[in-house]
């Protein structure tokens, strides 16, 4: 043969290799529509187990999560809808990055740097979940993608929300190839002083995303202490012990075990689990937040975190009216939400003993990572 052309086909079939190597570490990424002019895709996270991951640019949120059961039979477990349109059209945070700052700031208000700044009361009286137009309804940018991992960047300006300083977050979620761990980790900057606390807001059922209430689930939370709050979900400022409450899960028990307990929080509480607890273990060290078990299919999940606090809430206003996945019925209790974070209106507990600060100053990076880990059992 001649050695030009047997250089020519070398090349051709090492360029081939390389293709196909690229092929298969590049996402699968599928057109989802256009929010504000600006694509919205839908990228597929899969690993050697069969873990699959869906994930969208639109509020940097998780669509749905197959797990299988000890069967080795795979379910969906996060609830969530099948198309844009349905978290266009309004939800419950299914899945999505929440921010500047999640959760509850009292009265929307806080004082920062001698200045008082003013916030959307979204959830009367209070601001919640970065307000009208947060985190979760923003197009974010997606700056790397493979078939395990996928990373995205948002731009907050100065000003968007009444948030003082121009905020750069970004998103990175990780699918383990040798372990079942999807790994989500939050980081951000910012160029004036400001408040920020990002929280992964996914709504879980182990059984299944469309499979009923999840109050037989058994759940353990690595937490000797939580943070009770007045009528509006706002804490008090005090840090109690959760022994002989109905917020004792320090030994395993089901989540429904002691909710007819709980006398709700005002006229509007339908009742149900929504506070944050104290975990025990260090601001900023990775540690067992909470280990909770569908003891139908066998499926366990723990989640490890930095974060110094998790706000536990079982769905307790879900009431049917948002039609999910195929056409799936939520109800009350479908599903429950482990949110680790800094603990609520914390910018309002600033030096408080126990509280943790929210403030980010310029030259410093927020972080903020969790781990899921995913098992069966028998």
Known sequence: MDFS????????????????????????????????????????LENRNGVVAKITNYGALLTSLHLPDRDGK???????????????????????????????????KFNL??????LATNNAPNHLHGGDHGFDKKVWTVLEASNQSIKMA???????ENYPGKLTATVVYSLSNNDDALRIEMSATTDATTIVN????????????????????????????????????IPTGIIDSVIKTPFNFTKTKLIGADIGELTGNGEDDPGGYDINFVLNGKLGEMKLAARVKDPKSGRVMEIHTTDPGVQFYTGNFLDGTVKGKAESIYQKHAAFCLETQKYPDSINQEGTEGWHSIILHPGEIYNHVDLYKFFVTE
């Not at 079939?13 to 699968?28: C, E, G, K, P, T």
């Not at 740097?113 to 003013?118: D, M, R, S």
């Not at 948002?154 to 968007?160: K, L, T």
Request: net charge negative; hydrophobic share 40%; glycine share 10%.
């Open 74 to 108: 795979p379910s969906d477990v996060v609830l969530g809808f099948d198309n844009l349109q349905g978290y266009l059209d309004g939800h419950p945070y299914f899945g999505c990055t929440v921010g500047r700052v999640a959760n509850r700031i009292a009265n929307g």
């Open 154 to 160: 948002y731009i907050s300006p100065d000003g968007e």
């Open 113 to 118: 740097g001698g200045q008082e700044y003013t």
């Open 5 to 44: 052309i047997q250089s020519l086909l070398l090349f051709l079939a090492f360029s081939l290799v390389i293709n196909l190597q690229a092929a298969h570490h590049q996402a699968q990424k599928e057109d989802w529509g256009v929010v504000d002019g600006k694509a919205v895709s839908l990228y597929t």
């Open 198 to 233: 990002l929280v992964n807001h996914s709504y879980w059922n182990l059984a299944g995303h469309n499979s009923g209430d999840i109050l037989n689930h058994e759940l353990m939370l690595n937490a000797s202490a939580y943070t009770p709050v007045d009528s509006t979900f």
